[in-house]
């Protein structure tokens, strides 16, 4: 049975250890795929805070243009997250028929710190929003 060859042990010993140097870069590569999907999670979550808390602000002040002011208050859902939201008078006229607008800014962060504020080096997200009053 000479004319039948097959691998030699050596052979696919030196197979594996090619193999297996090849497949070292790519794990080390695997982490680095898992880490943007755990930052993105957290992007998710304070961006669903965020619409949350603008949502509700937008009712309330179309319910009532001057009913809200700015102000800040921990997230009900999500631990360390911090919630802050301002309101400015863009606009605002004493002619009849024209209504005032407003600008809401509205921060969510994850407070790693607790120091009850939304700082540069944390995640947040933020939502930018405008609304007129009918007059």
Sequence with gaps: MRGQRGFTLVELLVA??????????????IPG??????????????????TRKTEEIVGRLRADITSVTSGAEACADLPNCRLQWTIAVELSSATPG?????TIA?????????????????AQVRYDTKITSRP
């Design 16 to 29: 594996a250890l090619i193999l297996g140097v090849a497949i070292i870069p790519l794990l080390q590569v």
């Design 33 to 50: 795929t898992l880490a943007p999907a755990q930052v993105s999670e957290t992007d998710l979550r304070l961006g669903a805070a965020a």
């Design 98 to 102: 024209v209504g005032s607008l407003r």
């Design 106 to 122: 509205t921060i969510a962060c994850r407070d790693t710190n607790a120091n009850s504020a939304c700082d540069a080096e944390e």
